[in-house]
């Protein structure tokens, strides 16, 4: 089994920057070697891919609408993946969620993955 553990969300002000952090624990090889991804679900709204990291962190994957802004990482002797996030937009207001999965396929971008977190609240005032 593997969990995942969300931190880092808060209110911001639109402009500004946070960090998210994914805290992956369980049978060390699995949790090695997992594709990570940070979907989110803004208030009314489906939940939406945001970001993607091979289990290596040698590939990585945005939407669009945050390409330029987030930037995803890992930390792979912390069991860590980072959503660093800037120039934050109201429009990011949501529920951040971590998920995981074996990195096996190369689609990052729909929520077909095995494990996911409680979510952590992000919220940017204008």
């Known amino acids: 089994q593997v969990q995942l553990v969300e931190s880092g969300g808060g209110l911001v002000q639109a402009g500004g920057s946070l960090r998210l952090s994914c805290a992956t624990s369980g049978r060390t090889f699995t949790v090695y070697g997992m594709a990570i991804a940070w979907f989110r679900q803004p208030p009314g709204r489906e939940r939406e891919f945001v970001a993607a990291?091979?289990?290596?962190?040698?590939?990585?994957y945005y939407a669009d609408s945050v390409k330029g802004r987030f930037t995803i990482s890992r930390d792979n002797a912390k069991n860590t993946v980072y959503l660093q996030m800037s120039s934050l937009k109201p429009e990011d207001t949501a529920v951040y969620y971590c998920?995981?999965?074996?990195?096996?396929?190369?689609?990052?971008?729909?929520?077909?993955?095995?494990?996911w977190g409680q979510g952590t609240q992000v919220t940017v005032s204008s």
């Open positions: 990291t091979s289990w290596s962190g040698s590939r990585t």
């Open positions: 998920a995981g999965r074996p990195d096996t396929t190369n689609n990052y971008y729909t929520p077909t993955y095995d494990y």
